[in-house]
Nanobody, 115 residues
Framework: QVQLVESGGGLVQPGGSLKLSCAASRSILTFNTMGWYRQAPGKQRELVAK???????NYADSVKGRFTISRDAAKNTVYLQMNNLKPEDTAVYLCNAAQLGSDYWGQGTQVTVSS
C-alpha cells in the first residue's frame, strides 16, 4: 500500500505564497504521474498540476504562470510552489500518485487565501 503525506498548507493573504510537499512511501519514479488536485467546498475535485515520470508537465489554466510543480526523486517528494495566491485558490489540496490500474491519494492539506 502506498502512503502519500501532504504538508505545507495554511492561511495566507492574497498575493502571498505557499509551498506544498507530498512525501511518498516509495519511489515516485515507479508511478506514471504524480499530481496535485484541489477540492473546494461544494465543488468537484479538479486537477491543479501533474508531472509524469516521462513527458510534459500539465497545469490547469487557472494556475498557469503562478504555480510550479516539481519533484525530488531522492526524497520521494513532489512539491507545489504556489505564488500570487488568490481567494479562489482556497481548497483542500490533495496529492495523487497514478500508475496503470491504480490511483493513490493523500489526506489533503488545507489552503486558505484570505485577508
Amino acid at each position: 500500500q502506498v502512503q502519500l503525506v501532504e504538508s505545507g498548507g495554511g492561511l495566507v493573504q492574497p498575493g502571498g505564497s505557499l509551498k506544498l510537499s507530498c512525501a511518498a512511501s516509495r519511489s515516485i519514479l515507479t508511478f506514471n504521474t504524480m499530481g496535485w488536485y484541489r477540492q473546494a467546498p461544494g465543488k468537484q475535485r479538479e486537477l491543479v498540476a501533474k508531472i509524469p515520470t516521462r513527458g510534459i508537465i500539465n497545469y490547469a489554466d487557472s494556475v498557469k504562470g503562478r504555480f510550479t510543480i516539481s519533484r525530488d526523486a531522492a526524497k520521494n517528494t513532489v512539491y507545489l510552489q504556489m505564488n500570487n495566491l488568490k481567494p479562489e485558490d482556497t481548497a483542500v489540496y490533495l496529492c495523487n500518485a497514478a500508475q496503470l490500474g491504480s490511483d493513490y491519494w493523500g489526506q489533503g492539506t488545507q489552503v486558505t487565501v484570505s485577508s
